[in-house]
């Protein structure tokens, strides 16, 4: 790490870590830099302080003008620093803060966590499905910033490959002065014996106009193999793929849904077996098929269409506010319910303060016939369409994504748009390889499906068809063209399909 500082002509009059544990990080920067003048650490646990201190006493010993050293025993999120004591021309922050989450040190009731509040300023849903989670290391390195970017210096710390991404993606909102950004794979396993995909993090800090595009770099070589940040005010993961299909890169006019989410597989997700439906424990269901729908998971999505699954889902709601208690009306659905509500009842997720059986994820839109369904946890991007499987639209899984669609024939041409290598591949310059969800809704949005598919003839979704292996049977140009004139006319983010001939009814 040092050496890496090195090779970018970076050398600090003082070095800061703010959680320097054994002091392995400090005793390396003495070591790597000799024109060090300060030396300042905070440590929260008291058995590394005082391991740390008596190593650079001893390694200091011998110098006959040591640097000036303060370490200080205490919570980096509360502790205050003494602006005169960094008054020097170049300030080298680095280390490697912890790799666990705030929600993580909660659970141990640790309570070296930062102040109470909504670190990304999230609302609605994605505060309480998980979204609001963040890797501690992000609360340190972004306070360092905050403390310290208006200073003549440089940052360099290990930590997840998330986590840089994560602060590169909020710098121009926090208004933190920081260029040059680097970031350069680490082998954690090698190294730290940890299966995390780490990086080391770097930036310039001062008075400079920020950059707010980070370059991939080797650890051992300069040579840069991709770059990622915003382009003209949008956030992208690899700008030069980026600016071959930034054309496309707008606001979708058909709202993207996710897929119901429940927490409870082992009772509400079932099979269909020789005729007989299981559920998750292995036991066999005998309830009212009123509330029993096709259910396709994530794992099945790669088909162009979709047509039958054994998976069911017992959906409980039409729309989450809708009283669960109206399913007392069948009587052997509401027994089997009724007899799995410590399990139901033991779910943990927030959204589902409100009634016992309920769902979320759910409304008018899932119960479309025809859904252009994608994995946002695989890489592609595939879209698969989900077709009624005995007569029952399908349902999907949360780690699905989708459009709806009333018509077959939209739906495939939907899919196909989406399958061309234009759409694939701004869909892949905007979203992160290795994310727990690589496609999110954010991300699905932000492709123009109306712009792809005037971009798009009907040769070019013939090719798709050969490529998915699907014959296209019974869709033609004209319908493709009506399809696209139909993309013209969405309302509150729906399809509105007019068919040939349709009259329009005026008032």
């Not at 707010?212 to 690899?238: I, K, N, Q, Y």
Request: aromatic fraction near 10%.
């Amino acid at each position: 790490m040092c050496r890496f500082v090195s090779r970018q002509g970076f050398e600090p009059d003082a070095v800061l870590e703010p959680t320097y544990g054994s002091g392995g990080f400090l005793l390396a920067g003495i070591d790597a830099f000799s024109r060090l003048k300060k030396i300042y650490g905070v440590e929260y646990h008291k058995e590394y302080d005082w391991t740390a201190k008596a190593a650079l006493t001893q390694r200091l010993a011998a110098y006959a003008r040591p640097p000036e050293v303060r370490l200080h025993r205490g919570d980096i999120f509360r502790h205050g620093f003494d602006p005169g004591f960094f008054a020097v021309e170049n300030l080298l922050i680095l280390g490697n803060p912890p790799w666990v989450t705030n929600s993580e040190l909660s659970s141990i009731k640790s309570d070296n966590v930062p102040p109470k509040s909504n670190f990304r300023g999230l609302s609605g849903i994605d505060a309480l499905t998980g979204a609001s989670n963040f890797d501690i290391s992000e609360g340190i390195i972004s306070g360092l910033l905050g403390a310290f970017s208006h200073m003549q210096g440089m940052l360099a710390m290990l930590c997840k490959r998330t986590v840089a991404r994560n602060i590169v993606r909020d710098l121009p909102a926090s208004g933190y002065l920081a260029h040059d950004l680097q970031v350069a794979p680490v082998d954690a396993r090698k190294e730290f014996g940890r299966s995390v995909d780490a990086v080391l993090f770097a930036c310039r800090l001062g008075k400079r106009p920020p950059r707010h595009t980070c370059r991939v770099v080797g650890l051992e070589s300069p040579r840069t193999a991709g770059s990622f940040g915003w382009v003209r005010g949008r956030f992208v993961s690899d700008v030069s793929a980026y600016s071959r299909y930034s054309h496309l890169d707008g606001r979708s006019h058909l709202e993207w849904r996710s897929g119901i989410k429940h927490d409870c597989a082992p009772v509400l997700e079932m099979a269909s077996k020789g005729g007989r439906i299981y559920n998750g424990l292995g036991g066999r269901v005998d309830i009212e098929g009123d509330c029993i729908y096709p259910l396709v998971k994530g794992s099945m999505i790669g088909k162009m269409c979709i047509e039958s699954t054994p998976g069911r889902l017992l959906v409980t709601q039409r729309h989450p506010s809708e009283e669960t208690g109206r399913l007392a009306a069948l009587p052997r659905t509401w027994r089997y319910l009724l007899s799995h509500e410590k399990a139901m009842n033991g779910r943990k997720s927030a959204v589902y303060g409100r009634r016992r059986f309920s769902m979320f994820g759910v409304g008018e839109y899932s119960f479309m016939p025809y859904k252009v369904a994608v994995c946002g946890m695989r890489g592609g991007p595939v879209f698969s369409v989900c077709a009624p499987a005995g007569g029952r639209p399908a349902m999907l899984d949360d780690t699905c994504y989708f459009l709806g669609f009333k018509e077959r024939d939209d739906a495939v041409f939907a899919a196909s748009v989406l399958g061309t290598g234009a759409s694939a591949g701004l869909l892949r310059s905007l979203s992160f390889a290795g994310s727990k969800r690589q496609y999110t809704k954010a991300v699905l949005e932000r492709l123009d499906l109306r712009r792809a598919a005037a971009g798009t003839g009907f040769a070019e979704i013939r090719k798709v068809w050969r490529d998915r292996g699907f014959d296209g049977r019974g869709l033609d140009r004209q319908g493709y063209e009506r399809f696209r004139r139909n993309l013209g006319r969405c309302v509150d983010g729906t399809f509105r399909a007019r068919r040939q001939g349709a009259k329009v009814q005026r008032r």
